[in-house]
């Protein structure tokens, strides 16, 4: 969860252009937020004094654009969500609310720069920077937001979680990796992992022809899609010590296996 709140003193001796410019780009960045950002006020903003007077008379009533002062600016800064008391502090924000928190506004005073946003290039500075500041937890929470098209299947939860922290960077690369392969290649046909091979650093291949003629251990490699179809999962990505196996299908990837080299006809 990515959370931006509207900081009272940042606006405090802020002109009304400098105003006017910062909540137009405010405007445009709730209304393309993801699911996964809230932008949080609290109701003393109105109240603020600014250059040209209190905040709420300037933001109504100065602006050049006459059609988002009154038509889009009350409908947008009602929409977004008020909060029982004001944050003074990025440690008081962290400590109510979870990760990722920013502060937003104009004129920073005892905020750390890394917390503040003041335009959209700050903005998706601070997005970028966090996007993929994960734990084993956090990647699972956030699976389908960090993921387009490679879809963990619900055992990989626990097998994250018994892996830790010490292969994350590496689980989280091969990930990536994968899903901008489908993204950028995948789009009709079949999976060709030949193709995956050649066009990204992703080493996969299928399991010997040895192995796959022992039933136990095609058994080690079936997993449940998110359907409920139990499949086996013999496509595999090596990496280190590490194993991926997955199962392609419709321009997707059902990631069912993350950990130790399975047991094989050989090993």
Not at 43 to 51: E, G, K, M, Q, R
Not at 78 to 106: C, H, L, M, V
Request: glycine letters at 4%.
């Amino acid at each position: 969860m990515f959370n931006y709140y509207v900081f009272n003193p940042s606006y405090e001796n802020a002109t009304t252009e400098m105003l006017e410019d910062n909540l137009l780009t405010l405007q445009t960045l709730f209304s393309e937020r993801e699911d996964n950002e809230k932008f949080l006020k609290h109701d003393s903003l109105w109240n603020t004094i600014v250059a040209d007077g209190i905040f709420a008379e300037v933001i109504f009533s100065r602006f050049q654009d006459k059609q988002f002062s009154i038509q889009i600016l009350p409908h947008l800064l009602q929409q977004i969500t008020s909060i029982e008391d004001p944050i003074n502090s990025i440690d008081e924000f962290n400590s109510k609310y979870r990760i990722y928190n920013a502060f937003y506004g104009i004129n920073f005073q005892g905020i750390p720069a890394e917390f503040c946003i003041r335009d959209s290039v700050s903005y998706k500075k601070f997005v970028e920077i966090n996007k993929w500041d994960v734990t084993p937890q956090t990647l699972w929470e956030r699976r389908e937001e960090l993921f387009s098209r490679v879809i963990l299947c619900e055992n990989i939860e626990a097998q994250i979680n018994t892996i830790g922290g010490t292969y994350l960077k590496q689980i989280i690369d091969k990930i990536r990796e994968l899903d901008n392969y489908i993204v950028n290649n995948w789009n009709d046909g079949n999976f060709n992992y030949r193709d995956a091979n050649n066009k990204a650093a992703l080493n996969i291949s299928p399991e010997s022809t040895s192995t796959m003629q022992q039933q136990d251990l095609v058994n080690l490699r079936v997993y449940s899609l998110p359907d409920g179809r139990r499949v086996c999962f013999e496509l595999h990505i090596k990496t280190g010590n590490l194993r991926f196996h997955f199962y392609p299908e419709n321009n997707k990837i059902y990631i069912g296996y993350i950990g130790n080299h399975l047991p094989t006809s050989r090993h």
